[in-house]
């Protein structure tokens, strides 16, 4: 068995990665901070991070596939970075179990409003321990399975096709707007779990097309989000985005079948699929970051330890806004690593070579 | 010698040689049509008890100088035999050694069986889902050993087990390939629409009717409210009990002989689901429910298979019964999660879907004309990767 990731399965997880329970409210978010064809944001959003993809294409180059870990250690004392390890383990975990958390609280809206959010959220997290112990090999696999059980879900946005008015969409560009930098980044967050890639290089070897997976897994999940805000803007006035917070849990449920209605019920059962996934990504990142300090604990040892530490820190969030700001605070963090991180690396790498090259 | 005389032959003392005649002819079961596998076209005949015959219906089909046998014993205290069957330069030596090294690895008294010779030597002996395919079937067996697959079977069991498998594999049936391309193929997806009925029919009952009535139309509303207002229960409850109920017919009918069993069918399919209902002890809706799933699972091809696919249905009922269709998705998760990690001699069980081998499709998910089947499948990791060229 090859024991590196593939091309085609790499390009599912990262886009698994990605996707998320932001697109639920991505129309909302565009039509209050970008205004009038606000999903246009979508596309100069998904251009930044491909530029941020380019930063991780050169350390990529540069370090010649090594793991970040081992490029950091070559020349960054460990007493400066293993606090720094601990740091980013700590706010991946808590961001990871945030997520589900979050998932839990948009479900609360509509069912179970009086179970304990953290019985639920403990269900998620012993889903995603599940996949952790397991690898991330496995987890690879599994994405593509959790993959075909959602994608098709794309389907139904054919529904809307007789109450889509072009005329909604309107001839101006990002009126009515309110704050474009805010939006920007709250936008960006519905598009992080791309970095986490740059932790993947120690499992690519040529033919897993590491750059070209995440770049390709960008666009399907740009194109997933434009469509969907497109029809949006189609199907709602800009004023009615505004006002709804989850657009897209709405527009579910005015599908109506024969046997079923309400179907929002269902199909945002199957959003856990990529949620979980969101969680596994930043847990599995900070595992990876701790095993390098902790080199001689067992991973599923880690991956139980960090499961228990993160559910234990977003116990704190109570209600829904709480949880949001927590969100909103370790999103814009996760946004500074995700940019931060790569030029770091780059400025490391080059200061390598120059030293390689006076040696 | 001794081992010889053990296994049932003749020793013949001449001067200083000793000659082992094989007089061995102890009384068998003739070839019969299998229980278990029946098809509507094709050939009717099953393997038998016999090593010896088995052998000799496959050599019957594959009359190839490459196929190649491996004998081993298995069992400290019966020392039964064991055959390993692959078609040199198709199948892949590392499966064929793997497959030797765990067998000579075992360390049990006696085998009765092939199913638990397989139990003994699987990936993962904890799953409720086998990883091994067993057949009782000739043709099925050649067609697995022309895919590259390597067999194995154990003297004194009618069962043939090919390795690796796919969880896929499980929902194929020889019968595919004898019918038209089209009927094939239409009858493989709906198999595997019958795998998400079983899974997931009564469950998504008992979530909707417990927790989301408001998904249920107007017009059907009606319905069901008056179905379910004499039921005492709550759904989870009325579920697990009429689940149970269908599991203990079939299990009764599967032990009875054939023509009590029938009886059995009738008095509990009609008598007990009739009376349940009028008793006010269930609904008639969840009668269809539960009715629908257990048809669905027996036409899944692969009887340990349906029997683990029941089993993982239960697990769901609980689940969508106590936390509705966030239950129900965690459900589908933890199970998909769980066949993710599964591996069938060290390969992937999700095989071709991940590893995703797009090729492969057409003989799984469909089955395609024969002209289009120009590879083996690409689990078995066959050094000679393209079949015989067939005209168009």
Known sequence: MRNKLSFFHTTIMIYMFQSGVVILSMPHILAYYFGTNGWLAVILISLIVNVNIGFIFLVYRLGKGRSVFEILEQSVSKVILFPLYIALAILWTVLGSLVSKDYVHIFQLFSFPNTPPMLLTVLMGLLALMLLVKGIFVIERAATIFFWLIIWMLLLLFAFSYDFEWVRLTPFVFKEGDNFLLGGLNLLKGFLGYELSLFLFPYSDKRTKLIQAVIIANVMITLVYFITCFIAYGFYSLNQLKGVLYPVIDMMSYIKFPFVQRVENLFYGFFMFTNLFSTVAYVWAAKEACQRVFKKVKPGILAVVLIIIGFSAIAIPDVTGEVREWLAFLGFFEIGVAFILPVLLILVLITQRIMGGAR | MIKGILSGNVALFHESDTYIVDVYGPAARAIEQSQTETVITGPHDAFTEQANSNLSLIRERLKSSHLKVIKLEVGEVAKSNAYILYIKDIANMDYVNELASRIKAMEIDTVYDTNMLIQCIDDNPSSIFPQFISTERPDTAVSKLSDGKVLCFLDGSPSIVSVPAS???????????????????????????????????????????????????????????????????????????METTIELLREAGARLPTKIGQTIGIVGGIVIGQSAVQAGFTSNILVIAVASSAIASFVVPNYVMSASIRLVRFGLIILAGLLGNFGLAAGIAAVVIHLSGLTSLGSSYLSPVAPFHSSDWKDVFIRAPFSLFTRRPSQSKSPNKIRNKMRK
Request: charged content about 15%; hydrophobic content about 45%.
């Open chain 2, 167 to 241: 969880f896929f594999e499980f929902f194929t049936s020889s019968d595919d390939y004898y019918q038209r391309w089209a009927i094939g193929s239409a009858t493989r997806l709906l198999r595997l629409v019958a795998f998400i009925i079983t899974i997931t029919f009564t469950a998504v009952y008992v979530s909707i009717t417990t927790f989301h009535y408001e998904m249920i139309p107007e017009h059907l509303l009606l319905s069901l409210t008056e179905s379910r207002n004499r039921v005492p229960f709550p759904p989870l409850y009325e579920a697990l009990l």
